[in-house]
């Protein structure tokens, strides 16, 4: 059986509008669970309305970032605008508004349904775990929902429409760009408020997590939404968005016939719409099991979800006639991320060598806990780096007999296949600040001990689960980078073909250029991340600085005397006008040190640089992702009464590892897989100019 | 003027006397230097007799180690014995032993030295500081002319004797493997010293540093022997060896008649004559100004010896005509590694803003003083890189014109400018440890304030002086392992071309097998420092339990009673058998994984797997190197009086920084180089059987 193009477009958006109909069901089925505790709806409320000005202010500032680029991209790509087509422009520039303004979107809603579950799942854990769960899971599958559906959407009108791959990399570089910026500036915010709360309340003064007295404990909820659920959705929407661009523009390039090129890509939408409805079944099956382990009940669904996509996509195969080899890669991609998330699994779970020892030598001092924790970080990219580097050789080896340029493209479906259970990714992402917060919400209205023994409960389930889900996501991004990069030489070749320069074969490490800037390129993601966390550490020195000045000058609120609130929006207020003072530099330096290499050493030296961000943006993410997953569990260990527990020498030591890893993990380490992603579009939508102008021409 | 290569090999063989005669003048000269306090003569007694039984226990193990790899030489290399020429495995094995010897030689003089300066030097500050400074600085010159002399001694005698490249290959392996045992196990051991007695010392019990109620106060004074002496020794050794070694493998393929090829192989030894003859002059004129100020002294010599340098070999290149292109090669390596040296010391010297940042940070609690450390850490690695990439991009460019093969072969000569001056740069780090020892043998020996206060002086000079000659040495390591990668190359293709096989052009990134090498090797030196700091931090749990229970155990210990000694050798033993223990590991597992990826993936996984290396290596080295040092300077600016000074919490928090840097610059950090030269070797020399036997040999 055949499917037309037209066929295929239908039923991705068919599908889309399947998920956005799930993600407003559960959105519903939230709104109307039970919510009657005054202290919850007003602290809820509090979160709810400092997570939206914060949005906001991101995005006014966002929106005339994205109006200058918009700008530039009409005047100069894909060809300036005197030398060129000039619809062209106009197409690529619509795209790439289209592209930041979806993304906005999928963040916006996130938060919206976000600061009401959580409220919904503190008052639901008084009915028992499952039912607080149920309301924790749906609130994140909205979101899990909205984003894939949005993208797939977003890529199914804008291919549709134009029929041109690169408007696709145009949509997908103004998705990327807007995550950049609302991955960093959310990570700034989030871990600003978090270190800060921790250092004054935990280690300081002795208080509880959330305790209401704490003026920095509405900013510590408030930053789980704008970093974990916005920043988080538009970081998931990007990389599902790039990795279908790569693939596009590498199925444009494939093929002797329009019916070859036209099959290739009908597998792509294929295949992720199917990814997007696995996922949808995924969420709608999801369920706690009668023993009540969270965890289980969200790694099930995981697993089914994966299931049911190797299932279907082999259905389609064999109904439309693609071929199986391409199908192989996408398999490979798929089981390689269960991999991938099991190995990280092991560097973070405290049942685990690796938690407990960093625990043990917690005992000797904070010293060797980050050392200890430096370690095992440093020891964890090996599985990870191994398995995509042998994911990508076997997806290559198995689809290069199809016929020229299908290597390349089989390495594209591999991180399809990876990406393909991102909705299910999303859904278990954003589950973890909502119960999060939930245990705060819980907390501050008072609803007792055995509430707050079930949300710390699903909150830890929470940490667990996005160890795997955040080596799942690296993973895919390594390889959706590698394809990124075969997008980039198809390109430069494309143009090259137009101007009727000699095609380039490839980026031969022993050019001076492409090792020149393999060197630059490699140093790109180390700087970016010591940007954001010094964002971090400047933040939380201001707001350390105020939490002091509130206990000092507000009488009563240590002591916990009734009716004396510390003043909240304050720390609210340091954390957003820092993080965005902070979000622009980093994005900025990346973008522009990719222009310069660019116009300097031309594409040769782009195809180095591009390498060396890999490389390095795959180590350090690796090594800060799961080093922080690391400390915070050994935290928790120590806090669950091993090596001496709450209050222990031991556990000072950790909460110094925690302190130290929220940055790594949750501002700088998941911030760099976007970062690499914009510089490989940049640099993919730059092509044609690189060609043209650079210092080195004669080199190349 | 014509120089004949007999005539060169004569002039080699007259600058390595000619510095030995320079060391025993030295090494005269500071032995009878005066000496008359017991107590000094018996705690260096015990110094020098810890040392030595460390050297004399590792060596027994390395030649056990040595002895094994060359045998499996002798049978396998550089092809397998029943398939090639019997003789040249067998000088390829000899060969191998001599650079083991040798480079385990120049550690024991350097020991033997240093052992005896510590106390003249300490007794010399009773007269004031220039002549302390002297016997400090002059004892690590018999260290410095030792070491150079003998890899000039070394790698000349196997040239003349073989005229075969290839051997010289094996001898840098020999030196290689050699250095990456004595340098990893060298600086585990120090570490474990020095942290341990810092945390209980310092931390726990306010006790002064070098206090001799410490047990593990010996200990951390042999470790400065056996890890920034004997340790660092050896990887200089290595790293110049290796660097002549790549560009003598280069200057055999090049040029088109017999005549050019010898022009470049009597270039690459008269530059290397002329390097030690600068570093001799250099050291010989080095003398405290009439301001009294180490640093300067120390820095001032190493200018002059570049200067120096650059003028011998700009003379000799006009009197032999040898290519002035290659003379810019050599000259630019030179400037670039005083840009490196530069930048190093912006990021560690207190008087620049991240030092001082990082102290203010510490008020805030040591995990701000972790976060902006690993922040600065990873910024510093941008100037070091685009350098290094600069200097290769240029060196490659200005000697391209020249023919084919020349471009190369001007990367290597780049690097072997930089290390033109290693001598200076030995003398410079041999100083450190001599003094920092020369301060604890004051302090136990009761020499008073004054006293202190010159050797904490000098001591701190030590320090400074290190990043710059540290940033020196990764640079040109750098660049040796760019030249090494080249030297690979050639060695595929002469092998390659008595196969009948089709000659290499080069790594091409989208080869997926190169890809493949690419990631799995950019794991390695991650997961190589891992391991050797997992080790430091397992020994030294062992080494503060056995301090804790000295102190608990031992009566009056803890008050300082009179007569009342701790069991210093039960500290040195645990340091002794732990570093001994975890220095085998991880260099094997750097080896095999390296046959693993040869024998899966062949010469072009080969070709990705040491690019790989590279890239991450020199990300690592220059982050830890940095960030270890900006911690170490960051606590001693706290200790002047900075941010409340000695005792403030911000002190503490320094403490802990410092005590995590320990293990990044003087463990880790400094053994990468060694790591990735050892796997670039390993590839050079099973270049063939890599060629030969792998299991994708029909996708290459």
Redesign the interface.
Known sequence: MRISENGIFLLSIAVSLLSFGVALFFYQWVKKQQADNKRIAEVGGFIRKGSNIFLKREYAILARFAGVIAILIFLFLPEPIWSGDMKKNITMAVAYILGTALSALAGKVGIEVATIANMKAAEAAQKGIRPSFLVGFRGGAVMGMAVVGTSLLGVTVVYALTGDATAVLGFSFGASSLALFAKAGGGIFTKTAD?SAD?VGK?ELGIPEDDPRNPAVIADNVGDNVGDVAGMGADLFDSNVAAMAAALVMAMNLGTTTADKSSNIIMVFCYAALGLLSSAIGVLSARMGKKGDPTKALNGSTYITTVIFAVLTAAATWLFGFEWRIWGATAIGLLVGVIIGIASDYFTNDNKKPVQFVAK?SK?????T???G??????S??PS??G???S??LA??ICAPIGEGY??FG?SMAAMGMLSIVGMIISNDAYGPIVDNARGLAEMGGLGDKVLEITDELDSAGNTVKAVTKGFAIGAAGLTI?AL??AF?SEVNSAAGLKGLEKI????????????????G??IP??F???L??G??KN??RM?AEIHRQFNEILGLKEGKKGVVPEYEKCIDIATTGALKELIPAGLMSIIVTLLVGFIGGVHAI??FL??NI??G??LAL?MSNSGGLWDNAKKFVEAGNEGGKGSDAHKAAV?GD??GD?FKDTAGPSINTQVTVVSLVSSIMATLFLSFNLFRF?G
Chains 1, 2 share one sequence.
């Open positions: 270190v250092l280690v030598a000797s001092g904070p010293a060797f980050v050392l200890s430096v370690s095992y970080g440093l020891l990219v090996l780096m191994a995509i580097a042998l990508a050789l290559y080896n290597a390349m390495i590698i990069l075969g030489m074969t490839g980026f031969d490490i022993m050019n001076p250029l492409v090792f020149f800037g393999l060197l630059v490699a140093a180390a700087v991340s010591a940007m966390m010094l971090v550490d939380a020195q350390v195809g180095g390498t060396g490389v390095s795959l180590l090594f110094v302190t130290v940055p080199f």
